[in-house]
Nanobody, 123 residues
Framework: QVQLVESGGGLVQAGGSLRLSCAASGRTFTNYYMGWFRQAPGKEREFVASISRSSGSTKYVDSVKGRFTISRDNAKNTVYLQMNSLYPEDTAVYYC????????????????WGQGTQVTVSS
């Protein structure tokens, strides 16, 4: 089992920044690709970003490219999502996820999920 706990959400004005953190515990952190997903009210959950086990490869949904940065600290078993230039449409519950297979992660078919953290961007 892997336990994921997100933190760092909150209320921010448009154009502002937030940094989300996801602390992992349980199994070996470096065995897992890590990702962030989000779900806005009335919408389906969508992929936001992913990072490989060694941080050598990252992927982003087009709507956040150039604004969001995913990173991980394997010594701290933590993955981060730095969000800059936030828009009201970034408002959602953000979830951290882990899976040993990148294809599963990208499809949202992840073995492990956090409980989510709310991000609200006011206009």
């Amino acid at each position: 089992q892997v336990q994921l706990v997100e933190s760092g959400g909150g209320l921010v004005q448009a154009g502002g920044s937030l940094r989300l953190s996801c602390a992992a515990s349980g199994r070996t952190f470096t065995n897992y690709y890590m990702g962030w997903f989000r779900q806005a009210p009335g919408k389906e959950r969508e992929f936001v970003a992913s990072i490989s086990r060694s941080s050598g490869s990252t992927k982003y949904v087009d709507s956040v490219k150039g604004r969001f940065t995913i990173s991980r600290d394997n010594a701290k078993n933590t993955v981060y999502l730095q969000m800059n230039s936030l828009y009201p449409e970034d408002t959602a519950v953000y979830y951290c996820a882990a899976d040993p297979l990148i294809l599963h992660l990208l499809k949202g078919a992840c073995d492990y999920w956090g409980q989510g953290t709310q991000v609200t961007v006011s206009s």
